[in-house]
Nanobody, 129 residues
């Protein structure tokens, strides 16, 4: 199983960034996908998630209205676009996968980190003021 996050880097406040997560080794189409982030000295926090059918999304209040999560089951990727970036968005961003459709038994989009089955290695986003 691999989740490879890319994108991010150094961005000026007010700017935008696009993160992408390429996956392999699991049945992507049955998994809810999410982005989490962890700033230095802080706990990992939920950013956004999309359900297995690409019909439902959830966003943290801190990014709502500025972030868009999307998935492509053909390319097995999940993207996160963030606009109007703030210095408080500076963090390492991780993509994660949760088996949401387990043989027809469908759970809710998980909003707790421990509920996710697979994690990527993270990509740094630094927002300068």
């Amino acid at each position: 199983v691999q989740l490879q996050a890319s994108g991010g880097g150094l961005v000026q406040a007010g700017g935008s960034t696009r993160l992408s997560c390429a996956t392999s080794g699991f049945d992507f189409s049955n998994y809810a996908m999410a982005w989490w982030r962890q700033a230095p000295g802080k706990e990992r926090e939920f950013v956004a998630a999309v359900n297995w059918q690409n019909t439902e999304t959830h966003y943290a209040d801190t990014v709502k209205g500025r972030a868009t999560i999307s998935r492509d089951d053909v390319t097995r990727t999940v993207d996160l676009i963030m606009n109007n970036l703030k210095p408080s968005d500076t963090a390492v961003y991780y993509c994660a996968a949760d088996l949401q459709n387990d043989g027809g038994l469908v759970g809710a989009i998980p909003l707790r980190g421990y509920q996710y089955d697979y994690w990527g290695q993270g990509t740094q986003v630094t927002v300068s003021s």
